[in-house]
């Protein structure tokens, strides 16, 4: 997961780090609710810094405690890794390094202002690292001498970080020959240091865990719970338990049919610990398998074009976000699930006695197997039918959908071995479909043919 905004867009991001999740601008509580989540690697380039409670030096802590590791650069990522390195934050950038040495120490050296979260946070104002890095270079090139670059820096200082706009800083400075051939320069010579810095971090953490840091594979000192951090979980918990009031009328609805609310609810419980599971593990879901989960589910609702996957989530009130954070949840707690397989077993046979289905499915199975013993011939077709051919037939006649890009996967999915076991499941599903379906199963106990 990173954080970031005005720094860096999250398409650029994810250029340098593939498959990010990129969030907003953070704030108080943030990394925490990331580290709950399961984030084993976070990169915070952007944080709120007045208006919004900024995130806090304990939540980073805690998640370092739990084994996450945090990196920062930049903006108030730079800030928090130079109060926090030494307890294992790893920072990354000159900025960075400045604050770190104490080169500066001013929270407005990164500040900046910015456009809201709907026209992409688009910075307003030069970060006062950014203007020094420019007037830097203005003098490395020889187009500024020390005490002009010292002029144009007190300048800019001499403003509120929110007023900081190159037009806002040379109409402060006296007319000169030399600020004619600055403002000139500045056209094309002005260094983004902000995102020079995130651009690094983020190469890092693509990099992540072969690069040695300390913070990898090091347990961290425990964290004391202050009233106040008790407070700050509380809070989220509370959050994250809290439902809009639409949404809680959709579960009004679904209470009136008892029989469809005691399934769902037995899915989403077996989600829930299927998920603490798996982030108890450590697991988290790749880039792959959740556009794998993506292509799947959109396959299943028949979504298929890019209009209907946009009316689908309107309706559903979700973003593209929320979207692919919910099937990376689905996938990871299918995985977790399928680690499970051979424990769920019993606990399958019990929940089909008490259903009901377990004495037909008994019957079904018996008769596969009379058909196999006999080794009965399907329509005339071989036992070893062509594979592609059955698993059309599973697929597109029997289940009525498409069939699935990773058979492997869908074989574990299914806590089977492998694609083996699978095309005999289906190999005797279709001798039973063409051969023995209108056939009564052989009566366990007595040999076939035998009177009873």
Not at 311 to 325: C, S
Not at 346 to 354: I, K
Not at 371 to 397: C, H, K, M
């Amino acid at each position: 997961m990173v954080f970031a905004g005005p720094t860096i867009g999250a398409k650029d991001v994810q250029a340098l780090l593939p498959g990010a999740i990129v969030l907003p601008p953070a704030s108080q509580g943030d990394i925490y609710r990331s580290a709950v989540q399961g984030a084993k690697v976070i990169g915070l380039i952007d944080g709120y810094f007045e208006g919004v409670p900024s995130v806090w030096h304990k939540e980073i802590l805690w998640a370092m405690e739990q084994g996450t590791a945090v990196f920062g650069s930049a903006s108030m990522g730079a800030l928090r890794a130079a109060e926090l390195s030494g307890f294992g934050m790893i920072g990354v950038g000159r900025i960075y390094e400045a604050y770190a040495s104490g080169a500066i120490c001013d929270d407005d050296e990164v500040a900046v202002f910015h456009s809201p979260a709907e026209l992409g946070f688009a910075p307003l104002s030069e970060p006062m690292v950014s203007i020094r890095a420019t007037v830097e270079g203005a003098a490395r090139e020889g187009v500024l001498d020390g005490e002009q670059a010292e002029a144009v820096l007190q300048a800019a200082k001499t403003r509120f970080y929110q007023q900081r706009t190159w037009k806002q800083i040379l109409a402060d400075m006296p007319e000169a020959p030399w600020k004619d051939l600055f403002s000139d320069w500045i056209a094309t010579g002005t260094v983004d240091a902000k995102r020079e810095d995130a651009q690094e971090m983020l190469v890092r953490m693509a990099a992540f865990p072969d690069a040695k840091s300390r913070a990898f594979g090091e347990a961290h000192e425990p964290m004391e719970r202050t009233l106040a951090w008790q407070e700050l979980e509380r809070r989220i918990a509370a959050q994250g338990n809290t439902l809009q009031d639409a949404d809680r009328q959709v579960l009004d609805e679904l209470r009136l049919e008892p029989e469809r609310f005691a399934a769902i609810q037995a899915k989403a419980a077996l989600r829930l610990l299927a998920l603490n599971e798996a982030r108890k593990a450590g697991r988290q879901a790749g880039r792959q398998t959740i556009l794998a989960q993506i292509n799947s589910h959109r396959q299943a609702l028949g979504l298929f074009r890019s209009k209907e996957l946009q009316n689908w989530l309107q309706e559903n009130g979700l973003t593209v976000e929320n979207y692919e954070a919910e099937l990376a949840e689905a996938a990871l707690a299918g995985a977790a699930v399928s680690a499970l397989q051979t424990d769920l077993e019993p606990h399958f046979l019990a929940e089909l006695r008490q259903t009901g289905a377990f004495a037909g499915l008994k019957s079904r199975a018996a008769a596969k197997q009379h058909l196999v013993a006999g080794n009965a011939q399907p329509g005339g077709a071989s036992p070893d039918a062509d594979r592609l051919q059955l698993i059309l037939w599973y697929f597109e006649t029997c289940l009525k959908r498409g069939v699935p890009e990773d058979l492997g996967a869908y074989a574990l999915s299914i806590g089977l071995d492998g694609t083996d076991e699978f095309f005999e499941l289906i190999r005797r599903e279709f001798m039973y479909h063409h051969t023995g379906k209108t056939q009564p199963a052989p009566d366990s106990g007595h040999e076939a043919g035998q009177d009873g």
